[in-house]
């Protein structure tokens, strides 16, 4: 693939372009595919029809949604999902509280579900279906 920022090839887990040091997918002006140039903002790359924001999603890939969904049903009350998306210490004080006598266990529920939900880095969850 390329590299947003500079159109520069890099691998496909590049973490850091080498030719301009950002993350290859963090710019906008190029087609991580095809290297055309992108407006800012595309969500679509108009030469080849890939999804730019949809891989961009993937590049910052948090956990899985319906894993956070399952365990915030079942066990919400512990901060399970808490913990599997990394906020460890909400966990511990969900865990404490029976996640707030369950209501902050049924408002994180509600969060996921309309995918407002984001993890310890502020990444949203990835739904794969
Ligand atoms: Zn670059
Ligand atoms: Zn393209």
């Known amino acids: 693939m390329y590299c947003r920022n500079c159109g520069n090839e890099v691998y ?3 973490v850091m372009c080498v030719a301009c040091g950002t993350p290859p997918k963090a710019g906008d002006k190029y087609c991580y ?7 800012p ?9 890939v999804s730019l924001s949809h891989n961009y999603h993937y590049s910052t890939e948090g956990e899985d949604w319906l894993t956070a969904l399952l365990l915030c ?20 004080v969900q865990l404490l509280t029976l996640g707030g006598c369950g209501i902050w266990a049924l408002i994180d529920f ?4 309309v995918g407002s939900y984001r993890d310890a880095n502020g990444r949203l969850l990835v739904r794969r279906f």
């Open 73 to 92: 049903f079942f066990l919400g009350i512990f901060g399970v999902h808490r913990f599997y998306t990394g906020h460890t210490g909400i966990g511990v």
């Open 110 to 113: 509600i969060l996921i579900i």
């Open 33 to 39: 595919h095809c290297k055309s140039e992108t407006p």
């Open 12 to 14: 496909e887990k590049a």
């Open 41 to 49: 903002n595309a969500s679509v790359c108009m030469k080849c029809g």
